[in-house]
């Protein structure tokens, strides 16, 4: 039988202050909580409990609550967290909070779900908890709440096996629950209200003192297509470039059709493109530093190629990079 859903905010639990017990405010508002129920409730007030409103803006927090940056436009981080999250500005907020200060994340999320479970345990209430906070997402406008922190149910739902009702196998359906309840709750608790709770009765789930919290969330790093933005993967490219130098002795031929492909896959650039009739090296003619620029990106396309590229190097005219096959790697100092 398809469950049957209902969700609500909680009202009535008034501003969250540094030592606060979330579990204790949850009850004291008179909530109709029951076993069985899932507690979603918004990281910002986990944080505020937690005292992790710090005086100050995002750009003054931001390094020290940075793992990595993934892409930097402008004034928009996209980063990694100490957590492992990729959220814009290490998920820093500035919202609900009074002038002059930011809330943190929640310093260690799980066990923060864990401490509201176990207190809504000891008032003879299981529930399982997820902690939520607002992410974007790379392929869609918009943002929506996610699971950063979880207890007592298992986060993802692995179908991987089973068969669909055509019987067809599913052979890559994971399904990220956690994150979809985060969604659906935060339809009830909303972005403009003062409900930072809500509460999900009939989601058909098994209470699992030993999930492993929302980490399963996380892809590992192998896994990840996408782990750099566009113009960050270039600059990764361009770093690990072999350093420029003529290569000698009996090296393998380039395919030049690859390398005008790769040219090709550029677009309309700001500066001429040279190829040398043997694919061997690429210049490019311009303001040097449009230049340079350009011969990255042609590095980051020849990669996907299969093809290696020395770091771009100036020349009187602009820029020049050599192209090289992976087995002209001994030739390189």
Known sequence: MTPRLEIWGIDGIGEVRPGDDIAALVLAAGAD????DVLVVTSKIVSKAQGRLVAGTRADHLDAETARVVARRDDTAIVETHHGFVMAAAGIDASNV????????????DAA????????????????????????????????DTAIGAA???????????????????????VAIADELASAA???????????????????????????????????????MFRLGTHEAMQQVVADAAPVATPAGDIAAIDRDIVLRAVASLGPVGVVLH???????????????????TLGRLAAALAAQGLRATVPTPTETGALIRVLNPSDADLVP
């Open 33 to 36: 909580i029951r076993d069985g």
């Open 98 to 109: 009074p002038d002059g200060h930011v809330a943190l994340l929640p310093a260690d999320p």
């Open 113 to 144: 779900a864990a401490t509201i479970r176990t207190s809504m345990a000891a008032a003879g209430i299981d529930v399982a908890v997820i902690i939520s906070d607002t992410m974007g997402r790379a392929w869609r406008n918009g943002v929506i």
């Open 152 to 174: 007592g149910l298992d986060v993802v739902w692995d179908l991987r096996g089973q068969r669909d009702p055509a019987g067809h196998l599913l052979e890559a359906t994971v």
């Open 186 to 224: 935060d339809l009830a608790k909303g972005k403009l209200s003062n409900s930072p709770v809500a509460v999900i009765r009939g989601f058909p789930f098994t209470s699992n003192d030993s999930a492993a919290g929302a980490r399963p969330l996380v892809r590992p790093a192998a896994d990840d």
């Open 275 to 293: 190829v040398t009739a043997d694919g061997r090296a690429v210049s490019a003619e311009g303001e040097p530093l449009e230049a340079g620029y």
